[in-house]
């Protein structure tokens, strides 16, 4: 196996349902096209609007990354809800519709994405604890937590790396384990990562310091090439430029 030793995965997030909340995983399947196997699968649709709920509107949907969503078994299937109270309801429950409801304000119906897996610009979000450290240096009062961010994957970089390395990978092939993936683009950020959500509060000085120190990118998206199983721990390799 050729290539340069990056850093590591620190961790795999997934999220079954789009604009909520995920889930930790320990291992997961990278699949081309669709990125984690189960990632966004689903949607929530509101019935009486035809509208989708959406994170990235905060007045329409508030509180909704503050409900997460984590298949009951495997990769696809019955989705469980953890609601704001720790309530836990399976999206097959009959209780589920009006518990969703009084979380996000209106009923919704839970469908499958017509967009399956499908992040804005890639197949997969990483992120580096470099970009994160960079960043909180910039904005000391800030919290700069993962969960702002919503990546894929989380990527402990080599001690002494500093900045936001992963700029550098753009165009270029990752490796972990079986899996390839070649870096489409930076990850331009919106006002996501702002909002308030569980104990962190809002802090629209946190896209202010990602835009004015890195252009408003944070992190990088990659198309699955190669499909493989990763795991948290295997090393991430970079590899020659993509032809």
Request: proline share 6%; aromatic share 4%; charged share 25%.
């Given at each position: ?6 850093g ?6 997934r ?38 709920v ?61 967009e ?36 894929s ?6 001690a ?50 990602v ?33």
């Amino acid at each position: 196996m050729t290539g340069e030793t990056i850093g590591r995965i620190l961790e795999i997030r997934r999220y079954p349902v789009k604009s909520l909340g995920g889930e930790s995983m320990a291992a997961a399947s990278l699949l081309p096209g669709d990125g984690i196997a189960g990632d966004r699968a689903f949607v929530l649709h509101a019935p009486e609007t035809g509208a989708i709920v959406q994170a990235s509107r905060p007045r329409d949907w508030p509180g909704a990354m503050d409900v997460s969503a984590a298949y009951i078994a495997g990769d696809a299937g019955a989705i469980r809800y953890t609601l704001p109270d720790g309530t836990e309801v399976a999206s097959t429950d009959p209780a589920a519709a009006d518990l969703l409801a009084k979380a996000l304000g209106r009923p919704v119906t839970l469908v499958e994405s017509a967009e399956v897996g499908r992040i804005k610009d890639g197949d997969v979000h990483l992120l580096t604890t470099a970009s994160l450290a960079a960043m909180a240096a910039l904005h000391p009062e800030g919290r700069f937590e993962t969960r702002r961010f919503r990546p894929s994957l989380v990527i402990e970089s080599p001690a002494g790396a500093q900045g936001f390395v992963e700029n550098d990978w753009v165009g270029r092939r990752l490796r972990i384990g079986d899996a390839i993936m070649r870096v489409s683009d930076r990850t331009v950020r919106c006002v996501l990562p702002t909002l308030a959500q569980g104990d962190l509060p809002k802090d629209p000085d946190i896209l202010r310091t990602v835009v004015k120190n890195n252009g408003g990118d944070a992190g990088i998206y990659a198309m699955i090439e190669t499909p493989g199983r990763i795991r948290v721990g295997d090393d991430l390799l970079l590899e020659d430029a993509a032809g």
